[in-house]
Structure formats: structure tokens, C-alpha cells
């Protein structure tokens, strides 16, 4: 998607295991956003960030921190990865004309 | 707390016909509701939005319907094509509270030829 890049697009990770995740921008928005996809659960916020070093929880922050000393990049980290954190993950900016997501990374937790 | 609840789940409809797809708010401080399209492997696309003000907003063959009182909105595809087989997702957010966007469950929408 323009102008927004999530890094890697798959990972297989262990249980137990720190991973981070990487939303890249171009844009130079300030709000950006992590949402994970569940099947029957829809788009769930984990964190979002409203500027550099600025960012807040979101219903589902459990387990997840979040970093951006950048205004293009916002990290997402599973501090100890579990199986219940196999999901799709997606970032988002916010854009004159609404969010903009990403091509989304496919995290499976074995 | 589901705050935004979305039906049909699924919906399969013949190539020509209407698909009408629903969706119920419970917080009444939200003031922008934005449909989004997915096809498999790809991010979630804006189709189209509506704020409160407007009670139908139409672009090409896509329509959002939106009743204030009633807590509701809807999509209407008019003129179903195979093309728009894909997840559609209703959402919904306050603008002064980082426009955080909740969104609906999802409605896997078919549309046979």
C-alpha cells in the first residue's frame, strides 16, 4: 500500500520469544495504529500513537508494547510471544481521507 | 464490549442483485463511520464514510444509509459484481478521542456470476 510498509510479512516464531514488528511511513502523519485481525473478532486496537514517543493502549494492549522515536516508524513487540498471539497484524496511519492500512504481517506462535 | 456489531457473517448474492450489509453502534459520541473492503492477503481499503449530519451518502454503486435514533447503518452494493467478493468491515470513531476506529465483526460477501 502506499505509503506504509509492515516488515516482515510472515513470521513463525516460539513460544516464549520477544518479536517485533515494523510499520513504516512516508507520509509523515502523526496517528498511527496497531490492530490485529481474528477471524469473528474483526480489526481489534492493540496501541496506537499520536506522535513521536506519544502512545496509548488499546482494547486488546496485553502482552504488547509499542515504540515510535521516529514519526515514520512505529514498532510493535510481543514481549513473550504466545500461541493465543498467532494472528494477523495490521498497521495503520491516519490520512486526510482516513486510515490507510498495510499489507498486514502474518505472525504464527508455535 | 462489542461496541460495534456487524451481520450478516456471510452473504452470497447473484451477479445484478443488492447486497445490503448492517450495522449497529452503542456509543452515540461516535461521529464518523467508514466502510472497508478486504481481498484476501491485502490490507483493509476505505470504500466509502459518513458522518451524522447526512442520513445517505452514494458513490457509484456503493450507498451508506445512516439512522441516527436507531443506532444503525448500512451498505448497499447496487448492482452486484463478481469483483466485490471480498470482507467488507463497518467501523466507527469520535474524532476528539484519536480517532480510534472500533470495528464490526465482518461480513464475507460472494457474489455469483
Known amino acids: 500500500d502506499a505509503g506504509i510498509t509492515q516488515s516482515p510479512r510472515h513470521k513463525v516464531t516460539e513460544t516464549g520469544t520477544p518479536v517485533t514488528l515494523r510499520c513504516h511511513q512516508t507520509e509523515n502523519h502523526r496517528y498511527m495504529y496497531w490492530y490485529r485481525q481474528d477471524p469473528g473478532h474483526g480489526l481489534r486496537l492493540i496501541h496506537y500513537?499520536?506522535?513521536?514517543?506519544?502512545?496509548d493502549k488499546g482494547e486488546v494492549s496485553d502482552g504488547y508494547s509499542v515504540s515510535r522515536s521516529k514519526t515514520e516508524d512505529f514498532l510493535l513487540t510481543l514481549e513473550s510471544a504466545t500461541s493465543s498471539q498467532t494472528s494477523v497484524y495490521f498497521c495503520?496511519?491516519?490520512?486526510?481521507?482516513?486510515?490507510?492500512f498495510g499489507s498486514g504481517t502474518r505472525l504464527t506462535v508455535v | 464490549q462489542q461496541q460495534v456489531k456487524q451481520s450478516p457473517q456471510s452473504l452470497i448474492v447473484q451477479k445484478g442483485g443488492i447486497s445490503i450489509i448492517n450495522c449497529a453502534y452503542e456509543n452515540t459520541a461516535f461521529d464518523y463511520f467508514p466502510w472497508y473492503q478486504q481481498f484476501p492477503g491485502k490490507g483493509p481499503a476505505l470504500l466509502i464514510a459518513?458522518?451524522?449530519?447526512?442520513s445517505e451518502k452514494k458513490e457509484g454503486r456503493f450507498t451508506i444509509s445512516f439512522n441516527k435514533s436507531a443506532k444503525q447503518f448500512s451498505l448497499h452494493i447496487m448492482d452486484s459484481q463478481p469483483g466485490d467478493s471480498a470482507t467488507y468491515f463497518c467501523?466507527?470513531?469520535?474524532?476528539?478521542?484519536?480517532?480510534?476506529?472500533?470495528f464490526g465483526e465482518g461480513t464475507q460477501l460472494t457474489v455469483n456470476p
Open positions: 495503520a496511519i491516519r490520512g486526510y481521507l482516513g486510515y490507510t
Open positions: 467501523a466507527a470513531s469520535q474524532e476528539t478521542s484519536g480517532s480510534r476506529l472500533t
Open positions: 500513537s499520536y506522535g513521536v514517543k506519544d502512545t
Open positions: 459518513i458522518r451524522p449530519d447526512v
